[in-house]
């Protein structure tokens, strides 16, 4: 599966973002996905994933009720929308998909086997 994620940007704390992760390959439907950041200096930290079986999806607890993970199988992409914006969400984002993912590992970036190349968001304050 080949990842590519986009919709990156500069934006004002408060505002809001979507960015797009674009499959190519296979189908994403029969993969968990994911979306990571990695901010400098920082380790490559889980934001929010989508399990393939039920579709039940996890967040982060800092991003918990501003952000939403959602896919679109038409499309064969991942999006994830992110409201209320602030400094700390400045990242670069990845996006992720994994084969046979177990719910214990749903937040463990070693369970995503494909990756995208990662899309910048920068939030001023």
């Known amino acids: 599966v080949q990842l590519q994620a986009s919709g990156g940007g500069l934006v004002q704390a408060g505002d809001s973002l979507r960015l797009s992760c674009a499959a190519a390959?296979?189908?994403?439907?029969?993969?968990?996905v994911a979306w990571f950041r990695q901010a400098p200096g920082k380790e490559r930290e889980f934001v929010a994933a989508?399990?393939?079986?039920?579709?039940?999806?996890y967040y982060a607890d800092s991003v918990k009720g501003r952000f939403t993970i959602s896919s679109d199988n038409a499309k064969n992409a991942v999006y994830l929308q992110m409201n209320t914006l602030k400094a700390e969400d400045t990242a670069v984002y990845y996006c992720?998909?994994?084969?046979?993912?177990?719910?214990?590992?749903?937040?463990?970036?070693?369970?995503?086997?494909?990756w995208g190349q990662g899309t910048l968001v920068t939030v001023s304050s």
């Open positions: 390959g296979r189908t994403l439907r029969n993969y968990a």
């Open positions: 989508k399990r393939r079986s039920g579709g039940n999806t």
């Open positions: 992720a998909a994994g084969e046979g993912v177990i719910l214990s590992s749903t937040r463990s970036p070693e369970a995503y086997y494909y």
